[in-house]
DNA sequence: TCAAAAGTGTTGTTGATACACCCATGA
DNA sequence: TCATGGGTGTATCAACAACACTTTTGA
């Protein structure tokens, strides 16, 4: 079993970088955190937060890094989406990159880190164009979002501990593109049983107030040990 | 627009390798191709199919060029699974793979290549222990195939261009490890009415014969043109 | 003539959709 | 008192699951 010193020395090496789909959801939209690049080339233009793998870390842990120096926040819920390698991509060198998607409940991130590394929080509809293939990675992490919003109760990642029923509903809608039926919708979120309903109602939105809820995910990993499906 | 000569120099280079989950069916029962691998580490233990990424190719060139090397085939089913980075992973250097599944059909496969590249087709059900991460990467592959299987019509690159209805069963329980009811499997399927239905029968699997099918790519094309969503 | 696999329909259940009115509250 | 958003129930339809017998043919 020990291995001999083989050092694969007659293959290439490459440059292996990371690009983060950060997502976010304020004031009813889903939005996208992205800056302007400050290096060369293409600076100036916006761009996907990334950044380049180093000696002594694993993949995930530079995309957590890499979050983490850009938001102060840990275990943000994070998933490989595709890597690229088109040779060319990058017109300075070649360079292999890993697009991760990030969901942060944005209401967590600070406007000081904002300024400090020139994020900006851009609605999906009016997005400008990215650099490089960054496009091509948002439509695909887009489509991700949209899958696993479908499968797993990710929008929880999206919002405040608290929220209401129509607020996620908005969520939803928003990642969705499309409306929902309030009744079907409350009806099918309430049946899947992981909402915990609060005394409490938040009173900023409506005159009315509507009740706060948390997501329950003591319960959910009940349900999915116990090989459940959860569906929306 | 006009990119500065950045080189980038100063952040680290990397091996880059790609993996090859290969999946094929023969004899009812699914299968992946593997070999013992001939380089240290962990010379003679089995293994994926891989290779080192090249200066002059894309990922994308590279996993083909792995598997036709491999199969002498084109055009093969193939898609990105992960990319794995882990410090570790490999005991002799840092190596950060990106592991592709393939489908290929499997009497397309000729002997030869097998001979020559010690390739071996084994049933997933006595998988042996397979070298470094690799049993991590065909445990997210068949996931990954059996989520595509129920939701594309990719059971369809497994078989041989004319099929039976009972052998497409047979390939959907073999991807799922659970028995389906042919009256409803029957139906669902011709329900989506991308099968050809041939004039000749397969005698060779019973004495009654089961009339031969083939799939109708271009009918196929056209619907997912037109947003259809194929589902079994 | 019999064993082995192919082929065929109906029914009940469940989940999805469509849809309209009353309630609570602050301004 | 009224405008705003929160909250509720039912009926219809489509998709899915369960289920048993007849047909063909080579040995």
């Given at each position: ?6 050092d ?13 789909i950060?997502f976010?959801?304020e004031?009813g939209e ?45 275990k ?12 060319k ?5 070649r360079?292999?990159s ?28 009016d ?11 948002v ?10 919003a ?35 919708f ?8 992981v909402?915990?309903?609060l ?6 939105h409506?005159r ?17 040990d ?7």
């Amino acid at each position: 079993m020990g291995p001999k010193n083989q050092d694969y020395s007659e293959h290439p090496k490459f440059h292996v970088a990371l690009d983060c789909i950060i997502f976010g959801f304020e004031q009813g939209e889903l939005k996208l955190l992205i800056h302007k690049r400050r290096i060369e080339p293409f600076k100036g233009h916006w761009s996907l937060f990334g950044g380049f793998l180093k000696d002594k870390e694993s993949l995930t842990d530079a995309a957590n890094r890499i979050l983490r120096e850009l938001t102060g926040l840990e275990k943000i819920y994070m998933e490989e989406i595709q890597t690229y390698g088109e040779i060319k991509r990058d017109p300075a060198a070649r360079v292999i990159s890993v697009a991760y998607y990030a969901l942060i409940p944005s209401h967590r991130y600070s406007d000081e880190h904002s300024k400090q590394y020139g994020a900006t929080w851009v609605s999906l509809k009016d997005l400008p164009a990215l650099i490089m293939d960054h496009d091509t990675m948002v439509e695909k992490g887009l489509m991700r979002l949209r899958r696993r919003a479908s499968s797993q109760p990710i929008g929880f990642e999206l919002l405040p501990r608290e929220f209401t029923i129509p607020q996620l509903q908005t969520l939803y809608e928003a990642i969705y593109q499309s409306e929902l039926d309030k009744r079907n919708f409350r009806k099918k979120i309430l049946s899947k049983d992981v909402l915990i309903k609060l005394e409490e109602k938040d009173k900023i939105h409506s005159r009315k107030g509507a009740f706060l809820y948390r997501f329950d995910k003591r319960k959910y990993k009940h349900l999915v040990d116990g090989g459940y499906n959860f569906t929306i």
